[in-house]
T-cell receptor, first 116, second 115 residues
Framework: DGGITQSPKYLFRKEGQNVTLSCEQN?????MYWYRQDPGQGLRLIYY???????QKGDIAEGYSVSREKKESFPLTVTSAQKNPTAFYLC???????????????FGPGTRLTVT | AQSVTQLGSHVSVSEGALVLLRCNYS??????LFWYVQYPNQGLQLLLK??????LVKGINGFEAEFKKSETSFHLTKPSAHMSDAAEYFC?????????????FGQGTRLTINP
């Protein structure tokens, strides 16, 4: 079955440590996205990538970094510079089109990161 | 800039009653609109989407939504609530961005179903 996998489901880290969240998709989608979800705030875009070796900052990129070396993979690193990293992180992908973007995004199951 | 407002962070209905979740959007261009559902500790699943075809859109699990340009609304309804509908619901508007698609989400509405 095609889909998006995120690992691990739960992640615990000490303050000051960098941590990398995994996201893999086998949908053959060009575009991939990372969102952060906090209670009562909906989803906010951290980074997105349209094609391999290219990515753009979203609305809340500070303290995060990404890479896109392969089409199917888009890992997110939460650095020690992120002041409030505890959150639920969701990865998504979509068809990337040069025409009107009515294509929906498909979401992974999420990773809950707790930093103490 | 595009934005979405979901009226009511919590909605509670009885099993079998009408479900109405409200969404208003702001967009300077004709929007694409989406409703997603999220069950606890899971990702988001698409319920339905509006892409400028029919204004009444039918989705999965008996949900539907009507696009009303004059009211800038895209409210989600279901005639008869089921216990399994209890979840959080997100409305989103699409903004094309260099071929990728930037979704702007509302704050979410948590739906509770009373037996």
């Amino acid at each position: 079955d095609g889909g998006i996998t995120q690992s691990p489901k739960y992640l615990f880290r000490k303050e000051g440590q960098n941590v990398t969240l995994s996201c893999e998709q086998n949908l053959n989608h060009d575009a991939m996205y990372w969102y952060r979800q906090d209670p009562g705030q909906g989803l906010r875009l951290i980074y997105y990538s349209q094609i391999v070796n290219d990515f753009q900052k979203g609305d809340i990129a500070e303290g995060y970094s990404v890479s896109r070396e392969k089409k199917e993979s888009f890992p997110l690193t939460v650095t020690s510079a992120q002041k409030n990293p505890t959150a639920f992180y969701l990865c998504a992908s979509s068809i990337s089109s040069g025409s009107a973007s009515s294509y929906e995004q498909y979401f992974g199951p999420g990773t809950r990161l707790t930093v103490t | 800039a595009q934005s979405v407002t979901q009226l009511g962070s919590h909605v509670s209905v009885s099993e079998g009653a009408l479900v109405l979740l409200r969404c208003n959007y702001s967009s300077s261009v004709p929007p694409y609109l989406f409703w997603y559902v999220q069950y606890p500790n899971q990702g988001l699943q698409l319920l339905l989407k509006y892409t400028s075809a029919a204004t009444l859109v039918k989705g999965i699990n008996g949900f539907e939504a009507e696009f009303k340009k004059s009211e800038t609304s895209f409210h989600l309804t279901k005639p008869s609530a089921h216990m399994s509908d209890a979840a959080e619901y997100f409305c989103a508007v699409s903004h094309r961005l260099y071929g990728a698609q930037k979704l702007v989400f509302g704050q979410g509405t948590r739906l509770t179903i009373n037996p």
